[in-house]
C-alpha cells in the first residue's frame, strides 16, 4: 500500500460546480497536509496547509483533515476556468521532515 | 521579487553525457530539494540539503549528483549512469528542515535525452 493514495482522474466540471479532490494515507504518523496546483508545464505552487483536523477555509477553497480516517480533501467553490491544473497533496510528521505526494488529479472547469 | 529560479527551462542532451541544471533562490532559505516528476508519478525526492555543504540523498538519487556550496544554490548534475533522464526536473525550497515548513517550487526544467 503506498502511503499516500490520489485518484489521478481526469476530472471534468462545469463552470461553477463544486469540485472535491481527495487523498487517503496510512502514515498515522503524517501531521501537516498541503495542497498544491499545478499548471501544465509549470512548478507546483502552495494553494493551502494545515495542521490538524477540521476545515480550514480561504475564499473559494476549503481544506479538510480527518486524522481519524486518515482522508483528507480540497473543496473548490464556483470552480473557474482557470482553476483547470493538476491538484497535489501532500503530508509530512513524525521523524522524517520530508514530504510525501500524492500524484495529483488532473482537473478541467469547461466554461 | 523573491523566489526560485531554475534554468534553463528547456534542456536537450545527447545519451552519455552529462548535464547540470541550474537552480536559485534568493528567499534565504536553508533547505533545498530536488524532485523528478514524470507523468502518473508525482514527485519523486531525488537529493536535498538543510545547510550548506551538506546534502543527502532521497528516494531516487542514484545517477544523480548535487553541491550546495553556497546558501542560494544548489545544483543537480544528471550523470550518463541515469537510464532513463527524461523528465520533468523541480527545485524546491523551504526554511527549514521541520515538518511544518511549506516548500516553494521553482518554474521547473524540461530535460530530454536525444
Not at chain 1, 510525501?100 to 469547461?110: A, M, R, S, W, Y
Not at chain 2, 545519451?15 to 514524470?38: F, I, K, P
Not at chain 2, 532513463?84 to 515538518?99: H, Q, R, V
Request: glycine share 8%; with cysteine; hydrophobic share 30%.
Amino acid at each position: 500500500q503506498k502511503e499516500v493514495e490520489q485518484d489521478p482522474g481526469p476530472l471534468s466540471v462545469p463552470e461553477g460546480a463544486i469540485v472535491s479532490l481527495n487523498c487517503t494515507y496510512s502514515n498515522s504518523a503524517f501531521q501537516y497536509f498541503m495542497w498544491y496546483r499545478q499548471y501544465s508545464r509549470k512548478g507546483p505552487e502552495l494553494l493551502m496547509y494545515t495542521y490538524s483536523s477540521g476545515n480550514k477555509e480561504d475564499g473559494r477553497f476549503t481544506a479538510q483533515v480527518d486524522k481519524s480516517s486518515k482522508y483528507i480533501s480540497l473543496f473548490i467553490r464556483d470552480s473557474q476556468p482557470s482553476d483547470s491544473a493538476t491538484y497535489l497533496c501532500a503530508m509530512s510528521g513524525g521523524s522524517n521532515y520530508k514530504l510525501t505526494f500524492g500524484k495529483g488529479t488532473l482537473l478541467t472547469v469547461n466554461p | 521579487d523573491g523566489g526560485i529560479t531554475q534554468s534553463p527551462k528547456y534542456l536537450f542532451r545527447k545519451e552519455g553525457q552529462n548535464v547540470t541544471l541550474s537552480c536559485e533562490q534568493n528567499l534565504n532559505h536553508d533547505a533545498m530539494y530536488w524532485y523528478r516528476q514524470d507523468p502518473g508519478q508525482g514527485l519523486r525526492l531525488i537529493y536535498y540539503s538543510q545547510i550548506v555543504n551538506d546534502f543527502q540523498k532521497g528516494d531516487i538519487a542514484e545517477g544523480y549528483s548535487v553541491s550546495r556550496e553556497k546558501k542560494e544554490s544548489f545544483p543537480l548534475t544528471v550523470t550518463s549512469a541515469q537510464k532513463n533522464p527524461t523528465a520533468f526536473y523541480l527545485c524546491a525550497s523551504s526554511t527549514g528542515p521541520t515538518i511544518y515548513n511549506e516548500q516553494f517550487f521553482g518554474p521547473g526544467t524540461r530535460l530530454t535525452v536525444l
